[in-house]
């Protein structure tokens, strides 16, 4: 979407990625919004299948394309750590 959206913390919300599930089973009521602190124009998404592709979208930015280095540092972090997670339940 555009990012006119309403927003889920408000008019001003800063920066970063939310998503909301109302309840674990009414998958049609996610909502979600990012916005990066580069300056890249924010955007918000209604539905399961448009939340889950904004947030595999920020996540990409965020990781790969951000030109804040400290962005990018704390997105490479999390995916460490997600990673590392996933092979820790593997065993």
């Known amino acids: ?13 800063g920066y970063g ?5 109302d309840h674990a089973k009414a998958k ?5 919004d990012f ?8 955007e918000d998404a209604v539905g399961y299948e448009a939340v889950e592709a904004l ?13 804040d280095p400290h962005v990018r540092k704390a997105a490479a ?5 997600r990673k590392q997670h996933a092979s820790k339940r593997r065993t």
């Open 1 to 13: 979407m555009t990012g006119v959206g309403p927003t889920i913390c408000g008019p001003n919300p």
């Open 17 to 21: 990625l939310r998503v909301r599930l």
């Open 28 to 32: 049609s009521l996610a909502s979600a």
């Open 35 to 42: 916005a990066c602190p580069c300056r890249r124009p924010a």
């Open 55 to 67: 947030v595999i979208r920020a996540e990409r930015h965020m990781r790969d394309e951000c030109p």
């Open 77 to 81: 972090l999390r995916s460490a750590r």
